[in-house]
């Protein structure tokens, strides 16, 4: 497997509940390292322009009015296969479809309240990681 970083995002909901460090500690008991991480209140369009691929989804506007409900905890993680295994640890987009033990399983209330964001895709993993991130603030490899 390859070495891989990807974006993740503690939503707000999750940073309101107070548990970044459990979140976080998931993320470390899987292997995944933190090597870059800023706490942010976004703006409407840096939501807008992070979701544009949801555009023209029925939920967009709802999804954007929730991720600038309140501050967010953004990291990148890296490790092997971390793209995956991140996702694996998130669980199921919708809480009620989450396996047990997973963090949407334990942390999230709704689909649109649903705790944290991964990266699907080694693609999308890069914009993601370049829309918050300049190269100078991650962690050389
Ligand atoms: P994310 O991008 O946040 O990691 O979540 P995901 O891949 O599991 O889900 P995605 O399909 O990319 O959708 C992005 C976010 O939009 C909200 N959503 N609401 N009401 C709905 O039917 C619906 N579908 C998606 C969720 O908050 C989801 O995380
Ligand atoms: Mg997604």
Not at 103 to 121: C, L, M, Q, T
Request: net charge negative; charged share 25%.
């Amino acid at each position: 497997m390859a070495l891989e970083r990807t974006l993740s995002i503690i939503k707000p909901d999750a940073v309101a509940k107070n548990v970044i460090g459990e979140i976080y500690a998931r993320f470390e008991k899987a292997g995944l390292k933190v090597v870059a991480a800023k706490m942010k209140h976004l703006s409407r369009s840096e939501a807008e322009g992070f979701y544009a691929v949801h555009r023209e989804r029925p939920f967009f506007g709802a999804l954007v009015e929730f991720m600038i409900s309140g501050p967010v905890m953004i990291q990148v993680l890296e490790g092997e296969g971390a793209i995956a295994k991140n996702r694996e640890l998130m669980g199921a987009t919708n809480p009620k479809e989450a396996d047990a033990g997973t963090i949407r399983a334990d942390f999230a209330d709704s689909i649109d309240a649903n705790a944290v964001h991964g990266s699907d895709a080694p693609e999308t993993a890069s914009t993601e990681i370049a829309y918050f991130f300049a190269t100078t603030e991650l962690c050389p490899r």
